[in-house]
């Protein structure tokens, strides 16, 4: 793995505004298309934890200071710098979390650029209001728009350097300091973000990388100087963190799992849809959790559904994630390959496959977690396949016949992440937009996050959302100020 040693970014922490090797254990960073390690990263030790936070907060106080515009300025000469590094730093992530170089270059490092840029945008703009209710000489009010303080972000380790630029950007636009857990899976690619911050200028501790499990996250969350937990990962853990949260009160935004459904009509674009599907479920080789792996089709256009759909399955390229070509890389890690590969077994015995993606054997990377495409028809909505969040390229296909069955049919899940609908019919589209239950939801389209939106889950898919000018609110509060302009009349 030497060929991969100019990627690596200064290693394991970034604490006040330096890269710190840490104390703590060496735990083994591996690429997953061959399961070799590649460097060891050190998860933080209690003190690391403690001297993360103290660094922040006396970041904090030099932040939340600083103009607004000096702030967006700093934050737009980050996405420059990302920019200037947009291959290296997608080779990196294609390296850690063995997603195909071909998405990371286009998606996981622009993403964050965007959420920069537009938070930038947003940082100097972000005033409160006159409010006026004592005529035009009496009392008034204003309100002021503040930070919450220090904000810690936990990732997943599916989109890492998207997340680390969706939580980092708003709470720093908003005035907040962070510190960012990575997912212990892929713990690289946010040093990267942290030291293109160092190069363009921001102040020592307003941003901060721990390494580390959910140690590590749990120890942050419960620390009394944290005023605020924004995490995305699955809804297991986003319960635990509501719950690490609640003896302090403190603010939650919680990104979690799903089991979305894609809803296609007769009169879709079948060709459009079948993409559609296919993104939905495939990309990033099925680990997204907006995906729609509950495809609806009408029973008139099934069978031509089905046809295409498979047809354009079996021509995906799956292999050697840093070859341009390839479509799907590997799964992200052992323990989740093993997770996904009992799904694949126990398929067969809960639907019709109508194709086997099955365990590829790349040559030349036999030890990799390798699945291919697979396409099911599930006996019934309650099979496992068609419940459970698999977060790997498994695809359950139904048929349904008219809207009220499928609405019903599509919102019966614990889970409100995401959901999508092909039709050509405005008043159809609209109508399933307003029933559906779900936070982000797509119309001819699946699984575009333009950071001017707002992404989130409803129901057991989380609290709260990321981008758009929503995430302001989240990383901020408003205080209300009552101006007495004369003597007030008091009851005693
Ligand atoms: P996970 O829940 O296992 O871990 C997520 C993060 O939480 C990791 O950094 C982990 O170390 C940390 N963590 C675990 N236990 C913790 C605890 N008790 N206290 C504090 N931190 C803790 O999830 P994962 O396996 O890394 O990611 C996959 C899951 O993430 C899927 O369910 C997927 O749907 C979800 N996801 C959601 C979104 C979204 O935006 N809604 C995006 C990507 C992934």
């Known amino acids: 793995m030497s060929q991969f040693a100019d990627l690596l970014p200064p290693l394991s922490h970034f604490i006040n505004g330096r890269f710190v090797t840490g104390e703590g254990a ?73 997603k195909a170089l071909q998405e990371t270059t286009v998606v996981d490092v622009i993403s964050a650029i965007d959420a920069l840029e537009y938070f930038a945008a947003h940082a100097a703009t972000m005033n409160g209001e006159h409010v006026a209710f004592g005529g035009m000489e009496g009392d008034w009010g204003y309100t ?84 605020k937990v924004s995490l995305t990962g699955s809804s297991a853990t986003g319960s635990k963190i509501l719950a690490a949260a609640a003896p302090g009160l403190k603010k939650v935004t919680l990104e979690l799992g799903g089991k979305s459904p894609l809803v296609v009509f007769d009169d879709a674009d079948i060709d459009s849809a079948v993409g559609g599907a296919m993104l939905a479920n495939f ?32 021509a995906m390229i799956v292999g050697d994630p840093f070859d341009m070509a390839t479509q799907m890389g590997p799964l992200v890690s052992r323990p989740h390959f093993d997770k996904v590969a009992a799904y694949y077994r126990a398929a067969p015995e809960q639907g019709e496959c109508l194709h086997d993606g099955g365990f590829p054997e790349i040559q030349g990377f036999e030890n990799g977690n390798w699945v291919g495409p697979a396409i099911y028809a599930p006996k019934d909505d309650d099979q496992p396949i068609a419940r459970e969040e698999i977060f790997g390229p498994l695809l359950s296909l139904f048929t349904f016949r008219d809207e009220d069955e499928v609405l019903s049919r599509a919102n019966d899940t614990i889970y409100g992440l995401a959901a999508g609908v092909y039709t050509q019919d405005l008043g159809r589209a609209h109508r399933m937009m307003q029933r559906m239950k779900a936070g982000s939801c797509w119309i001819n389209t699946f699984n575009v996050t333009p950071v001017e939106m707002p992404f989130g889950g409803h129901k057991q898919s989380g609290l709260g959302m990321e981008n758009g000018k929503w995430a302001l609110d989240a990383y901020s509060q408003v205080k209300s100020v009552h101006v007495a302009m004369g003597p007030m009349q008091y009851p005693y």
């Not at 939580?167 to 005035?175: D, E, F, H, N, T």
């Not at 990575?182 to 990267?192: D, F, V, W």
């Not at 990033?284 to 295409?308: L, M, P, W, Y």
Request: charged share 25%.
């Open 26 to 98: 060496a735990v083994a960073d591996v690429h997953p298309a061959t399961n070799e390690a590649f460097c060891d990263i050190r998860w933080a030790t209690d003190a690391e934890i403690e001297e993360a936070v103290a660094a922040a907060k006396a970041g904090f106080e030099v932040w939340r200071r600083t103009r607004p515009a000096e702030r967006a300025r700093i934050l737009y000469r980050t996405a420059q710098i990302l920019r200037e590094r947009n291959d290296a730093i997608a080779r990196l992530e294609t390296l850690d979390t063995g």
């Open 144 to 227: 002021v728009r503040e930070p919450l303080g220090v904000c810690v972000g936990i990732a997943a380790w599916n989109y890492p350097m998207q997340m680390a630029g969706w939580k980092s950007a708003p709470a720093l636009a908003c005035g907040n300091a962070m510190i960012l857990k990575p997912s212990e899976t892929t713990p690289l690619s946010a040093l990267c973000l942290a030291q293109a911050y160092k190069e363009a200028g921001l102040p020592d501790g307003v941003f901060n990388v721990l390494q580390g499990d959910g140690r590590v996250g749990a120890a942050l969350i419960g620390h009394p100087d944290v005023a």
């Open 283 to 314: 990309y990033s080789t099925g680990q997204v959790c907006s995906n729609g792996t509950r495809v609806f089709v009408h029973e008139k256009i099934r069978d031509r559904f089905a046809e295409k759909l498979i047809r354009r399955t079996e």
